[in-house]
Structures are given as C-alpha cells and as structure tokens.
C-alpha cells in the first residue's frame, strides 16, 4: 500500500515537477544560447571585412575614407568608418548634453519638489514620452525641427543639431525614470540630517541628495548614451545624410545607424560595402557591450546601494 | 540660514518648476501638434483602405492590420519563453556565476540597438531559412527584442509576491512547482498583464527591426480568403508585411504618392492612438486584476 503511494507521488514528481523546474531552466539558458548566436553571427559577419577582404581595422576604425565602389584605378575601394564613428559619438553626447540636466531636474521635481505633481503629472507624462514610437519621433522632427532650424539658423536645416534634439526627447523619459528610481532609493535620513543642520532644500538636493544618488543617475545617463547611440530611423530621417564630417552643429552628417538603414537594403551579401556595413553593426553591439560593463562598475560603486 | 541661502532656494524651486512645466508643455504641443494634423485622416476610410500607388487617397488598412497581427505573433512566441525564463530566475536559479551571465544576457540583449538585432534577424530568418521578407521572420526578430524585457518584467512580478503567501503553499504540501503554478503566477498576474501590454505598445510602434525582416512591401490582401497558407491572405505569417511605423518611414524616404505628407501625418495620429489605447489598457487590466486576486503587492 505505502510503496504504491508513494511510487504515485513519485511519479507525480517527475511528471510536473521535474518537467516544469527543466522547462523554465532551459529558457533561462536559452536567454545565454541566444545572446551567443547573436554575437556568433554578428561577429562572423561583421570580420568578414578584415578576414575575408583583408582590410585593416585601422582603415575602418581612423579613415574617413568612404568609398566602397571606388575604381582600382583611382585606389580602389575605401571603406573608413569614421565619419559615420564621429557622427554617431556627437550626435548622442549633443542628445545627452541637452537631455541629461532636464531628465535629473525633473526626476529631483519629482521626487523632492513636488511628489503629488510627480505622481498624478510627470509620471504619466514619462511613460506617454516612452511610448511614442521612434518613427513618430523622426517624422515631427522632419515636419517641425527641421524648417524650424532652416529658418532661423540658415542651412538646410537637416543637421547634427536636428538629431540630436530629436534624440535628447527620445532619451530624456530613460534619464529621468531610472534618476528618479535612484533618489527614491535614498535613505529617509541622510535628507533629515541635512534640514536638521539648517539646511535649505536647494543646499540638502545640492550637497547631499546629489551627490548620493550620482551612481544611480549615471546610470540612467549611460543608458540613454546607449539608446541614443543605437536609435536609427528617428536620426537617419533628420541628419541630412551626406557623408562628410560635420564643421559645425548646423551641418548635415550621418551616423552609424543611419548608413547601415540606408545602405543594407541596396548592397549584396558578401560584397566589400556590404561587409563594412556588418563591421558597422558588430561596433554598434561592442560598444552596446561596453555600455553595459560601465553601468555594472557605476552600479558597484554605489554607496546606498540596498 | 542667511536670508541670501534662502532666495538661492527659492530661485532653485522656481527653475525646477519651470522645467517640469516645460516638459509637460513639450508633451502637449507633440501630442497636440500630431493630433492636429492627423485630424482629417482620422476616419474609417482612411484606416480600412488600401494604400494607392502614385496616386493620392490611399489608406493604411493593411499596414494596420499587419502591425496587430504582428504584435499578436510576437506576443504568443515570447510571453511562454520570457515567462518562463523569469520563473527560473526568480524560483530556480541560485546565484552562482552562471546566473550573473544569464543576467548580462538579459541586460545585453535589452539595450541592444533594435536596427543590430533586425540585422540579425534578416540574417537568420531571412537569409538562413530562406523564407524572405516574411511577417513570422518579423515577429521573431521583434520576440528577441521582446524577450529579456518580458523575462524581467516576469521575475520581478513573482519576486514580488509576498514570501508569506509561498511559504503558505509549501506548508500544505504543495510541491514547489505546484506553488508557482497555482499560487505564484495568479499573485504575479496584474504585474504581468500591464507588462504584456506596455510591451505590445512597443511592438506596436516598432520599425528598425523590421525594415529588413518583415519587409517595406505587402502583397494586395484579399481580406475574404481567411485561409491562413495561402500567400494573399492576410491571415498568412509567410508573406512580407510592411507594418504602419515602416509605412511612415518608407512613405516619406520614398515619397512616391503626391500625399506622402498626409499620409504620415494620419499614420502618426493613429499610431500615437493605439499607443495610448495600449497604455490605458494596460492601466485598467492591471487594476482588474488585482481587484479580482487579492494577492496584494504583486499590483503596481
């Protein structure tokens, strides 16, 4: 009697237990198994350039040089990326520069100032910013920025200067959320002290809310660095997309995201142009990666970390 | 405190107010302005036609319906697999270093630029598969995207089931797995539900990862043949589907219908909609939920 029972419970066990507990695991595994596969075929595909054509990664990483179809006679084809290496890196650091002192103002407004007005304005406000897809984004940007900027700076008004405000919109909900996030995380006391001193509110954000919540709101700032880095169409709709450096933040340039948009759909697989375009891609995912590494040593660093 | 410490205090509130305003006046005029000219496109005709070719009039029936049937796509292949993974990293994974790399992979794969992941995409279920420009390649693509924030959104909803409510479970016999079934996922539900949605919105509006999995054209849709293997329905997941966020892009890169402007103009208005329709469905699901469970905490 008891060994039946308890071959039925064993049974059970294997049937529900053992299946469900292996079945969550091998999606967990699945998340590494995938990420593989990306940098796997990413990395293949964007080496092709130096291992299958034979060009260096210093041409493509320092050349300015753009030219993939470029005659033998006149040197043959160039592919350097750094127009487009210059243009991402200034686009989003313009975005961050503009974005970065709004998003932290309104996440300390937020949390410090004005909770209620956060919770029952702001909060809404954030989550709609996030929502709105990036096309949309580009398309106002096109329709509203861009003869704006024409008009009264001169140009052609597709410029550095348009994708980055554009970017600075797109990334600003990133910065205030994951900022705010991290003042809320502060403990109670370090402001009561601060008031307790005789402390005004602007010196306790100032001197003390400020500097306790830097890893937290750095981390939010390198995250929109990332997203900014990797948006494509809202920028690549804005910028102008000719290829030269820009002189000054009037100029139409390009960026990575704009070229491979642009370029991936008319080039064959396993041509010289196409594989500078993988190249391009595979930089965009090393640098996603860097992204991330910086944010685990800004995460380990922090001092109120819970 | 100086009376001069006290006026910087109150210049400092007067800014950070001006700023908040700003911000939200910002939104307004965004949202108002593409409203505003989307108004005269927002009617059923416009929304149910089909596009026209070199001509002015034409709608985005199709677009739209592409995009809904993607968003469901993507929706069943990754709410079983990112549950799933966020059931294993919230009950069954100890930490250990193979946990922290699943941990990497999951922050990696969601801050990946979507334009590398559609290139990845295109690679695999394009090129590799031979399939071409498909709708199913498109809402796979879209599924890796989805998938690490879906996993995320899924172990912090059961993490944040009170552990008085498991250790309840357990100590009436249930066995682990029936405590995650039975208790812990229906606790975690409201959770769930808003983060499905809230990710729906963002499928919704997605388009870098689509351009070269999902593809820029759709074939002439025969809204009567609902025969899901047959190429012009547009039940099929095997025939290139041009979503409306691709729509808005190519009308105005391409700029081959007079209204082009018009066009993108409506399309945004009704993409801002359905991303509003998203947001507020994901609202009032969260709170149904939670007023039908009372598992409280697991409610955001």
Aim: aromatic share 10%.
């Amino acid at each position: 009697m008891l060994k039946q029972s308890l071959k039925k419970i064993n049974l059970y066990y294997i049937k529900h237990e053992l299946t469900g507990r292996y079945t969550v695991t091998f999606f967990g595994f699945f998340l590494i198994f995938l990420t593989l596969c990306l940098v796997f075929f990413l990395a293949s595909k964007g080496m092709a350039t130096f291992f299958t054509s034979h060009r260096s990664p210093a041409e493509f990483l320092f050349s300015t040089q753009w030219n993939p179809e470029r005659d033998v006679s006149q040197g043959g084809p160039a592919i350097g990326a750094l127009i487009f290496i210059v243009g991402s890196i200034s686009i989003s650091v313009i975005a961050l520069a503009i974005s970065a002192p709004f998003g932290v103002s309104t996440a300390i407004f937020m949390t410090e100032i004005s909770p209620s007005l956060g919770k029952k304005l702001l909060q809404p406000a954030i989550e709609i910013f996030v929502g709105i897809p990036s096309v949309v984004y580009g398309w106002v940007g096109l329709c509203v920025l861009v003869p704006f900027i024409k008009k009264s700076f001169g140009g052609f008004g597709f410029s550095l200067l348009a994708g980055s405000l554009v970017l600075a919109v797109m990334v600003f909900p990133t910065i205030t959320s994951i900022a705010a996030d991290s003042l809320r995380s502060l403990p109670f006391e370090i402001k009561e002290a601060s008031y307790a001193l005789g402390a005004t509110r602007w010196q306790t954000i100032r001197r003390v809310i400020l500097p306790a919540a830097a890893p937290g709101i750095l981390t939010g700032i390198v995250l929109g660095l990332a997203r900014a880095f990797g948006e494509a169409l809202a920028v690549q709709m804005v910028i102008g997309n000719s290829i030269r450096l820009p002189k000054s933040i009037l100029d139409p340039t390009t960026n990575l995201t704009s070229i491979i948009t642009m370029d991936m759909g008319n080039t064959f697989m396993g041509t010289l142009w196409n594989n500078a375009l993988w190249s391009m891609a595979l930089l965009l995912l090393l640098i996603t990666f860097i992204f991330i590494i910086l944010i685990h040593k800004i995460g380990s660093k922090g001092s109120f970390s819970k | 405190m100086t009376i001069k410490s006290k006026t910087t205090d109150k210049i400092a509130t007067a800014i950070f107010y001006m700023i908040s305003g700003l911000v939200i006046l910002l939104l307004v005029m965004f949202v108002g302005y593409i409203l505003y000219n989307g108004r005269e496109r927002l009617n059923l005709r416009f929304i149910t036609s089909a596009p026209a070719f070199s001509k002015a009039g034409g709608g985005i029936g199709p677009q739209l319906f592409n995009s809904l049937y993607l968003v469901l796509l993507s929706i069943l292949i990754t709410v079983p697999a990112g549950l799933s993974a966020g059931i294993y990293m919230a009950e069954y994974a100890r930490p250990s270093r193979l946990t922290g790399a699943i941990r990497f992979c999951i922050e990696a794969l969601a801050s990946l630029p979507s334009i590398v992941i559609g290139l990845f995409g295109m690679l695999v279920f394009v090129t590799l598969t031979g399939w071409k420009f498909t709708l199913l390649g498109g809402a796979l693509t879209v599924s890796i995207l989805n998938l690490p924030v879906i996993a995320r959104i899924s172990e912090d909803a059961i993490r944040a089931v009170p552990s008085s409510v498991k250790e309840a479970s357990l100590a009436l016999g249930a066995t682990h797995w029936q405590t995650i079934v039975k208790i812990l996922l229906p606790s975690a539900l409201p959770g769930l539900i808003t983060g499905i949605i809230v990710t729906s919105g963002r499928v919704f509006g997605e388009a870098a990862a689509l351009l070269y999995t999902a593809g820029m054209s759709s074939p002439q849709l025969d809204f009567s043949n609902m025969n899901p293997f047959s190429y012009k329905s547009p039940l099929s997941p095997f025939r290139p589907a041009e979503t409306l966020a691709v729509y808005i892009f190519k009308v105005n890169s391409e700029g081959l219908v007079p209204d082009a402007r018009q066009i993108a103009d409506g399309a945004s208005a009704v993409l801002l909609i359905s991303v509003f329709i998203f947001n507020i469905a994901a609202r009032f699901a969260g709170r149904i939920f939670s007023n039908k469970i009372a598992g409280r905490g697991a409610a955001q």
